[in-house]
């Protein structure tokens, strides 16, 4: 009788450890790169089609609406999951995604980017908090990819430029959703080739795209091309 | 049995939103509000922080504008005599203040629905750099150091770390609080009072031609239209279409609602009027403008006297208990917890 509690102790520590052991987790990291390296803020990058110097000032983009996929069909979506990837904090670009047990993926599929609905919700803290400087105030939205630095071919003032990418509503929908093929036991990585991105505008014109528009929707086809897992120079 | 009835009317009349810290009462005849409570249900201490924000111009850059500053509860919430906002620095807006009132019935905000959610409203004024020329981020870091601040948001959200969120949710419950529904028409509505002749003929003058804009009982369909008003060449305000990038939105602003009505004057997107009689005046000459409503297509005629009347029903609109509500004004009574201490 008297040993039934230690008894029921070791039963719940038994299922404890086995709970344990269901769960899994998968690792997904981002790894902004310029010329197929690491990007370093702050550092003069040559950019060939302008023939001239570009430094990135600041980099951070939303990822959200993480699902994984088997055989082409979605088999879990990670509830809530909002992440503001930021070059400035190495420790935002690693997702560590906890899934409820093991179970079998072949495909990752993820937002650049905030949803509409989410855009029409209210304030909300976190990631999402607009104290993180990714929500436009004069026009309600968040801002899904920022990209900023300056280039001496760039027609503006202190020579800045400041791409500002966003837009939930039509015509101007700027959310962009990528696939990636992964696999249950590896981790994945991908690399966002900025001097593609970069180099695909017209620096010295356009050094500002900060509204939903025709050109940030453009712009935001070219990041969804250069979201990657197999960066090449 | 007569207090039986009365009882049935009474809780007929009163409907609430479900939520443990804070009823939200407004008449039966008001349709469901368009604020999902569920995401910040409304209590007491969160309303309270809201209100000495409301109040506070920390929000401004150089701490001189509040949102009070150009939403004064004396004028629904409106600016007074201010065609155009007034903000930091003597610096002057394109657009007129306007009223805030019954504010969880609407979904789009501005003159020009640029802002999607009355939580997200509050950073368009505090970043404007006309308005208050701050950020939201070094808003959170001001508010941070304030030692009743801290306490406020403890109280409010069981967190003292303060974050833009829980201060823009707590404006939000502050402002959602301005319910005015108990004017003049609201007593006729309740049968507790009736209209003057005059009134009555001015109500069926507002049935027949402002009604489809203007609906009850919020005395507004919160739509964005053309009403006809020439363009502002200083300002070259082209309204809605900024926003939806939509052609057919040119010229479009929100209708905006008439309840105390006598009380935000002046009146338009740009402030051009500052007489109801102006504005009265403007619908009937409008047979000479290029009208784009269709609501508006048909001349609006009224004599002299039936003018006379339409503006005395607007009048039965001005709700002095909104006005005058002491929950609306100046904290002082929690500022004063503070200063004791």
Known sequence: ?????????????????????????????????????????????????????????????????????????????????????????????????????????????????????????????????????????????????????????????????????????????????????????????????LDKILGSLDLRLEPEIMSPNAKAISLSTIIHQNFTTNIQP | MKKLWLILIGLGLLSFTVSKGFRLAYPSYFPKPLYDFKKNPLTQQKIDLGRVLFYDPILSKDNSISCASCHSPYNAFAHVDHDLSHGIADQIGTRNAPALINLAWQSEFMWDGAINHLDMQALAPISHPKEMDEDIANVVSKLRQIPMYRELFFDAFADSTITGAQTLKALSQFQLTFISANAKYDSVMRKESVFSSQELNGYRLFKQHCNSCHAEPLFSTYEFADNGLKIDSTLNDLGRVVISHNPV?????????????????????????????????????????????KRLQKPIVLTENEKVDLVAFLLTLSDKSFVFNPSYSYPKEILARWRRD
């Open chain 1, 1 to 193: 009788m008297t040993k039934q509690p230690l008894l029921v102790c070791i039963l719940v520590f038994c299922f404890a450890i086995a709970g344990f052991a269901q769960a899994s987790r998968f690792t997904m990291s981002f790894v902004p790169c310029f010329n197929a390296q690491p990007l370093q803020l702050g550092q003069a990058y040559l950019l060939a089609n302008i023939n001239d110097s570009l430094t990135v000032e600041g980099f951070r983009f939303y990822v959200s609406g993480i699902k994984l996929l088997n055989s082409n069909k979605v088999v879990y979506e990670i509830p809530d999951g909002y992440y503001l990837i930021d070059a400035a904090h190495p420790q935002s670009q690693t997702l560590q995604l906890n899934l409820p047990k093991p179970f079998i993926f072949d495909q990752i599929q993820f937002h650049i980017g905030i949803d509409s609905i989410t855009n029409v919700s209210g304030a909300m803290g976190g990631a999402l908090d607009p104290m993180n400087g990714m929500y436009w105030a004069w026009q309600s939205g968040f801002i899904n990819f920022k990209l900023e630095g300056t280039s001496p071919v760039c027609n503006s003032r202190n020579h800045k430029f400041q791409y500002h990418i966003g837009g939930y509503m039509p015509p101007f929908n700027a959310l962009q959703t990528v696939t990636f093929s992964c696999t249950n036991d590896q981790d994945l990585t991908v690399y966002i080739a």
């Open chain 2, 249 to 293: 939105d040119s010229f479009k602003f929100k209708v905006p609602t008439l309840r105390n009505v006598a009380y935000s004057f002046p009146y338009m997107h740009d402030g051009r009027f500052s007489k109801l009689s102006q504005v009265v005046t403007h619908y009937t000459n409008l047979t000479f403008c290029n009208q784009k409503d």
